[in-house]
C-alpha cells in the first residue's frame, strides 16, 4: 500500500503510467519495486526474495546478474557508447551480431526457403520487429509489382506487439479495447488449441483438417492476390502458451505456398533456446520467409531486436530502395552498439554453456510437474513444450466452464504465489510460466509447489463464491 509520498512506491504514484496495469487501482496499491536480481531470484525494496518464474517478461533468459553481459557493456561503453546506422553508417558490434543471427537462423528443410534468411533488419523491441516486417512485406510486394497484395493473416489469441499495426495483427479484446484497434488490412484465422476450439468428439487430426480447410477458404474468399503474408508465434505466448498440434503448421505451410503467401514466425518468445532448440520453428517445423526476434537475444539486458528476411526479399527491396533512392525506414537505436555488443556477448554464452542441452536436461522435469496439476479440480489443461508452460484454469473441468473474468481468480493465483516469494503471470482463464533459462530442478520444485498452493488458494476462493463445483451445475441447469 502507498503510504509515504516522499517514498519510492509514493512517488511511483504521483509519476509513472505502468503498461498492463489497473491504473486507479495502482494509485492505491503501489507498485512492488525491484531494486537487485542475482540468478533466478529478484529482490524488492523491503529485502524480500522471489523467484522469477517468468523470466521477466517471459526475457531473462540467462538470469539475473550475468557479469559477462555486464563487462561487455562497459566496454562498448568506453569505447562507443552510441551512434546511429542511417545513411550507410556501422559499428562493430552490430555486423558482428548480424552475421553470428544469420549462421543459427533457420536453414529450411530442403523445400521451402529460397536462398534462405540471409539479412538483418535491427529495432529495440518485440512489437518493432513485427511490425517492421509488416512493412517490409508490403514495400517487397510493391517493389515487384503486386500493390494489392497486401493483407497479413494473424490468428485468435495471437501476441505480437502493441504498436498500431502489431497491436492489431495481435488477437486479444484487451489489446484492442477502447485503442481504436485492429486497423485496416489484418484477417483473423484460427487459434491451434484443441482444448479450447476442439469440436465435442473431433480428434485432433480432424481439428487440423478443419483449422487448415477454413484458413485455404479465407485466402480463396479474399483473393490470393490480396493476401501478403500470415503472421504465427510457434507456441503462442500471451494468449495462454497454445502448444500447436504437431502436423499444424507444416500443413498450414503448404497452403500458404500454394497461394504464393509469405510466413513471418514471431520468435520474439520462442527464440533462443526457449523450447529446447535455438527457434521455434526448428521444433515446429516452420521454414519462414521472415523471423523476428527480441527478449533472449540479449537475454533482455539491453533493449534490442531483429527483422531476418529472407535474401529473396533482401534483393527485390534493395533495388526497389535503388529506384526510389532511398529505404526509408529506421530507428533511431537500431543496431545500438552497446545492445548489439551485449547481444553477441550472450550468444557466445548460449553456444560455450550449451543452454540447449541444459534446457533439454531440466525441461521435462518442469513439463512432468505440469502435468501432475492436470488433476487438480481448478485445472482443465496443462500443456507446455521446453521451458514454456501453463494451467488452464476453468470453473468445470467436464464441460471446460471457464471462469467469469471480473472473478479475478486468476489475478488471485498470481498474487497468492508472489505472497510466496514466486512470480507468475495469469490471465483470466490461464496462469504461465516461463523461468530463466538457468533454472534448476530444485529451483523448478520451488516454482512448481508455489504455483499447486496458489491454485488451491484460487479454488477456495472459487468455492467460496460459488464458482465452482455444485453452483456451475445448478446454473448451468
Known amino acids: 500500500m502507498v503510504s509515504q509520498p516522499n517514498s519510492l512506491a509514493g512517488r511511483d504514484v504521483a509519476t509513472v503510467i505502468h503498461p498492463y496495469t489497473n491504473l486507479e487501482q495502482h494509485k492505491v496499491v503501489g ?14 525494496d523491503s529485502g524480500k526474495k522471489y523467484l522469477e518464474g517468468m523470466a521477466g517478461l517471459w ?10 553481459l555486464v563487462e561487455a557493456a562497459m566496454r562498448q561503453m568506453e569505447k562507443l557508447p552510441t551512434y546511429h546506422i542511417f545513411n550507410g553508417r556501422a559499428n562493430e558490434p552490430m555486423i558482428e551480431l548480424a552475421e553470428a543471427l544469420l549462421k543459427i537462423a533457420p536453414k529450411g528443410l530442403g523445400k521451402g526457403l529460397d536462398k534462405g534468411l540471409g539479412k538483418v533488419l535491427f529495432a529495440n523491441s518485440g512489437s518493432e520487429a513485427n511490425d517492421q516486417a509488416a512493412k517490409i ?7 515487384i509489382g503486386r500493390p494489392r497484395k497486401k493483407k497479413i493473416i494473424s490468428r485468435v489469441r495471437a501476441y505480437h506487439g502493441i504498436t498500431v499495426f502489431s497491436g492489431s495483427m495481435t488477437g486479444l479484446a484487451p489489446n484492442h479495447n477502447d485503442f481504436d484497434l485492429p486497423v485496416g488490412g489484418v484477417l483473423r484465422t484460427d487459434c491451434p488449441s484443441h482444448y479450447l476450439f476442439g469440436l465435442p468428439g473431433e480428434s485432433e487430426r480432424a481439428f487440423v483438417d478443419r483449422l487448415v480447410g477454413n484458413l485455404e477458404q479465407m485466402i480463396i474468399r479474399e483473393g490470393p492476390d490480396t493476401i501478403a503474408a500470415f503472421i504465427a508465434e510457434p507456441v503462442n505466448g500471451a494468449g495462454g502458451v497454445i502448444v500447436p498440434p504437431r502436423d499444424y503448421f507444416p500443413r498450414v505451410q503448404e497452403v500458404l505456398r500454394r497461394y504464393d503467401i509469405l510466413f513471418i514466425a514471431d520468435e520474439v ?13 526448428e521444433t515446429f517445423g ?12 540479449s537475454s533482455a539486458y539491453l533493449p534490442i531486436s531483429a527483422t531476418i528476411i529472407s535474401e529473396k526479399i533482401a534483393e527485390a527491396i534493395t533495388a526497389h530502395s535503388g529506384k526510389l533512392g532511398n529505404f526509408a525506414h529506421g530507428f533511431t537505436y537500431a543496431g545500438h552498439p552497446v545492445s548489439a555488443a551485449v547481444a553477441v556477448e550472450t550468444l557466445k554464452i548460449y553456444a560455450e554453456r550449451d543452454i540447449l542441452a ?8 518442469l513439463q512432468e510437474k505440469l502435468q501432475a496439476l492436470a488433476d487438480h479440480p481448478l485445472v482443465g489443461e496443462a500443456r507446455g513444450v521446453g521451458l514454456i508452460g501453463a494451467v488452464h484454469i476453468v470453473a468445470d473441468k467436464a464441460s471446460r466452464t471457464p471462469l467469469p473474468p471480473a472473478a479475478g481468480i486468476g489475478p488471485l493465483i498470481q498474487q497468492s504465489a508472489m505472497d510466496r516469494g514466486v512470480l507468475l503471470r495469469a490471465a483470466p482463464d490461464a ?6 533459462l538457468i533454472i534448476t530442478k530444485a529451483e523448478i520444485d520451488e516454482l512448481m509447489d508455489a504455483l499447486s498452493a496458489a491454485l488451491d488458494d484460487g479454488y477456495a476462493e472459487a468455492m467460496r463464491r460459488g464458482l465452482v463445483g ?3 451445475k445448478q446454473a448451468a441447469v
Open 269 to 281: 518468445i520462442c527464440g533462443f533456446g526457449r523450447t529446447g532448440n535455438m527457434f521455434g520453428c
Open 358 to 365: 541444459e534446457v533439454r536436461k531440466v525441461a521435462p522435469y
Open 137 to 143: 512485406v508490403w514495400f517487397y510486394n510493391n517493389a
Open 470 to 472: 455444485g453452483a456451475v
Open 286 to 297: 516452420i521454414e519462414p520467409d521472415i523471423m523476428t526476434v527480441a527478449k533472449a537475444l
Open 31 to 44: 507498485p512492488t519495486v525491484i531494486t537487485r536480481g542475482e540468478g533466478v531470484y529478484v529482490y524488492d
Open 431 to 436: 496462469v504461465y510460466v516461463c523461468p530463466p
Open 59 to 68: 526475457s531473462t533468459s540467462l538470469g539475473f546478474g550475468e557479469k559477462r
